[in-house]
T-cell receptor
Framework: EDKVVQSPLSLVVHEGDTVTLNCSYE??????LLWYKQEKKAPTFLFML????IEKKSGRLSSILDKKELFSILNITATQTGDSAVYLC????????????FGTGTRLTIIP | GAGVSQSPSNKVTEKGKDVELRCDPI?????LYWYRQSLGQGLEFLIY????????KSGLPSDRFSAERTGGSVSTLTIQRTQQEDSAVYLC????????????FGPGTRLTVL
């Protein structure tokens, strides 16, 4: 059975701080890991990582995948109140075209 | 273009009643997924449609749950004889079905079973 563990479960920081969110996984035939941001209901896509050691960047957000140690991290620098959300990771075996197993997420709260 | 839409946005029903939840995927997307999210929990996969292939129903929690997708577009998730533990947000997603693409989520339907 596929397993996804995210940590911490929740995190409260001040605006401007840098945060690191963790995702460890055990997935049969792993091929990709997706990160989503969920502010209210609909998760919105952030990154898809497929190769170990590749760092994806989008502005203040970056993510790294370690396929040997089976984990990924999501970094957010210079946090803003708009970063407050639940961050979900989902490893998969078909580059997103499959049922995804999501972690329970990390609830990030940015204090102004 | 328009994103994934779902209706209703909220549904309150009494235990034992049947409910139908609707999902309109992004036009042209061949893959459609249903997930549910209980309070404080991650997303739980329910069912997956890909083109004309038989759906992957492996996530449906009981035979009270069923889903169909008509004409390769709109999908309806039906829950019969609802129970209080069915209360959750039901999320639909679609993807293009091409290699390396993400799933786009709708706003969800919040189901409350009294």
């Amino acid at each position: 059975e596929d397993k996804v563990v995210q940590s911490p479960l929740s995190l409260v920081v001040h605006e401007g701080d840098t945060v690191t969110l963790n995702c460890s996984y055990e997935v049969t035939n792993f091929r990709s890991l997706l990160w989503y941001k969920q502010e209210k209901k609909a998760p919105t896509f952030l990154f898809m990582l497929t190769s170990s050691g590749i760092e994806k960047k989008s502005g203040r957000l970056s993510s790294i995948l370690d396929k040997k140690e089976l984990f990924s991290i999501l970094n957010i620098t210079a946090t803003q109140t708009g970063d407050s959300a639940v961050y979900l990771c989902a490893p998969g075996s078909n580059f997103g075209n499959e049922k995804l197993t999501f972690g329970t997420g990390t609830r990030l709260t940015i204090i102004p | 273009g328009a994103g994934v839409s779902q209706s209703p946005s909220n549904k309150v029903t009494e235990k034992g009643k049947d409910v139908e939840l609707r999902c309109d995927p992004i036009s042209g997307h061949t893959a459609l997924y249903w997930y549910r999210q209980s309070l404080g929990q991650g997303l739980e996969f329910l069912i997956y449609f890909q083109g004309n292939s038989a759906p992957d129903k492996s996530g449906l929690p009981s035979d009270r749950f069923s889903a169909e997708r008509t004409g390769g577009s709109v999908s309806t998730l039906t829950i019969q004889r609802t129970q209080q533990e069915d209360s959750a947000v039901y999320l639909c997603a679609s993807s293009s079905g091409l290699v390396r693409n993400e799933q786009f989520f709708g706003p969800g339907t919040r189901l409350t079973v009294l």
